[in-house]
Nanobody
Framework: VQLQASGGGLVRAGGSLNLSCAASGSDFSIDIMGWYRQPPGKQRELVAGITETGRTNFGDSVKGRFTISRDNAKNTAYLQMNSLRPEDTAKYYC?????????????WGKGTQVTVSS
């Protein structure tokens, strides 16, 4: 199973970005798709997650500004980031939990950089 994240870039404070994470391959199913981020010099933290049935959860610092959605037919999750702040600057990673060939899987994507200028 491969993950391809896209949509990162440079944006001014107050702006928006939309990230996408697409999973490809065969013999797999995804229960949860999530986004994490790692600011420079800090630990990786949860940004948002979404289950196959659409239940979501968010990190406290992004509640009310970010939304997450998912297209199960395309095995793709989207992270809409609004009202971006300089402190949102980080490398954003996609993560999926599910099953691959009947066994549990937990995969990380390579990450996409988001930089918010003040």
């Amino acid at each position: 199973v491969q993950l391809q994240a896209s949509g990162g870039g440079l944006v001014r404070a107050g702006g928006s970005l939309n990230l996408s994470c697409a999973a490809s391959g065969s013999d797999f199913s995804i229960d949860i798709m999530g986004w994490y981020r790692q600011p420079p010099g800090k630990q990786r933290e949860l940004v948002a997650g979404i289950t196959e049935t659409g239940r979501t959860n968010f990190g406290d610092s992004v509640k009310g500004r970010f939304t997450i959605s998912r297209d199960n037919a395309k095995n793709t999750a989207y992270l809409q980031m609004n009202s971006l702040r300089p402190e949102d600057t980080a490398k954003y990673y996609c993560r999926i939990y599910g099953k691959y060939q009947g066994n549990s899987m937990d995969y990380w994507g390579k990450g996409t950089q988001v930089t918010v200028s003040s």
